[in-house]
């Protein structure tokens, strides 16, 4: 799809989008999952513990290579556990907060906003993407605040149209209504696209970490990282 084929129209979020918003955001950080896995598995550590697996395995089973594919394979398993529940502990956790209730999160103050990508598919009308801001005190400049950029999402029918760069300038010309100094936002390693994306915007990588809601051994697991990225505005 590009935006040619259909008109998008971009608004605030309305309470009658929440089970279409609900879905997009849980697809779009599912998708995730086996990109994050093929990266895990292709470090040199898992690599390695692997092949230590399987090679147990054999030996120890008096050279049965059943159970060597079966002990390599558990490990292999384990590691797509924790990619599949780094990121489906965070929907999880986020269905349970501010996406639980979206107009009295990012609604009910005027430093914040969520708005929706719409456009009408077989006579209906369909949210295809979505993104918002919540406004936070800059504490490197007194008195100013920054906005914080948080569940940019585009659907999969919708990827390569240039959505996610009006999404995101719509979040930029708010932030610059607001007299915000900057914009921020935190993207895990795995997402390449989103990565690219904000690189394009003009964002800058100013921090790498793993700190997050997930327990710290399922993050050294993934070998993911969480990236924090700015833009002066």
């Known amino acids: 799809m590009t935006q040619s084929n259909v008109h998008i129209v971009i608004r605030r979020y309305q309470p009658s989008d929440r089970e279409a918003v609900k879905t997009i955001f849980r697809d779009g950080l599912m998708e995730h999952i086996n990109p994050a896995f093929m990266y895990a598995m292709t470090r040199p550590l898992h690599i390695t513990v692997s092949l230590c697996f399987y ?16 002990s390599g394979g558990a490990y292999i398993g ?7 529940e780094f990121y489906a502990g965070y929907i999880r956790e986020r269905l349970n907060t501010d996406m639980q209730d979206i107009p009295g999160y990012y609604l009910n103050n005027p430093d914040n906003c969520f708005w929706v990508a719409e456009a009408e598919m077989d006579g209906r009308p369909q949210v295809l993407g979505m993104v918002a801001v919540e406004g936070k005190n800059d504490p490197g400049c007194k008195g100013k605040k920054y ?56 964002f800058k990588l100013i921090l790498v970490h793993t700190q997050f809601e997930t327990p710290k051994w399922m993050i050294w697991m993934t070998r993911a990282t969480i990236l924090v990225m700015e833009k002066n505005i």
Not at 78 to 84: D, G, I, P, S
Request: some cysteine.
């Open 147 to 202: 906005g914080e950029l948080y569940r940019m999402t585009v659907s999969s029918t919708c990827r390569r149209s240039g959505l996610g760069l009006r999404l995101a300038k719509t979040a930029e010309d708010f932030c610059k209504e607001r007299h915000f100094s900057k914009i921020e936002l935190s993207t895990t390693s795995p997402q390449k696209a989103g990565v690219a994306l904000y690189l394009r915007l003009g």
């Open 55 to 70: 090679i147990g395995g054999y030996v120890m089973s008096g050279q049965s290579v059943v159970l060597a594919l079966v």
């Open 78 to 84: 384990f590691v797509y556990f924790c990619c599949y």
